[in-house]
């Protein structure tokens, strides 16, 4: 069973910096792409960074130069760090992984808990994120 457990979220005031972990246990591939999205309230999920074939990274232009993503050695634990956080980026954050399942009407029709995020991915279960001003 894929599992994709996140960690690291929390309340912190507006200039303070935030570290979320993700660990993904199950897979057979580590080449696959991982990403971090997040779903602000009453908002679509957007990426917000993405590490593909285990090594290129992107990072939404809006927050480069504040948000990196890493990866560690084994390639099975990604990271965000978060710094100078703004209340915009209030928001729950989940971490995803290509997934692994055969392309089939049945693995297409799951639902991404991140509201209009990409299908044929697996997810987290989200960690909140709040800023305050």
């Known amino acids: 069973e894929v599992q994709l457990v996140e960690s690291g979220g929390g309340s912190v005031q507006t200039g303070g910096s935030l570290r979320l972990s993700c660990s993904a246990s199950?897979?057979?591939?580590?080449?696959?792409?991982m990403a971090w999205y997040r779903q602000p309230p009453g908002a679509e999920c957007e990426m917000v960074a993405s590490i593909r074939g285990g090594e290129r990274r992107y990072v939404l232009p809006s927050v480069r130069g504040l948000f990196t993503i890493s990866i560690d050695k084994s390639k099975t634990s990604i990271y965000l760090d978060m710094n100078n956080l703004q209340p915009t980026a209030t928001a729950v954050y989940f971490c995803?992984?290509?997934?692994?399942?055969?392309?089939?009407?049945?693995?297409?029709?799951?639902?991404?808990?991140?509201?209009?995020?990409?299908?044929?991915?697996?997810w987290g279960q989200g960690t909140q994120v709040t800023v305050s001003s």
């Open positions: 199950g897979f057979t591939r580590d080449d696959s792409d």
């Open positions: 995803a992984k290509e997934s692994e399942l055969p392309v089939t009407g049945q693995s297409y029709a799951r639902v991404p808990p991140c509201r209009g995020g990409p299908r044929l991915w697996e």
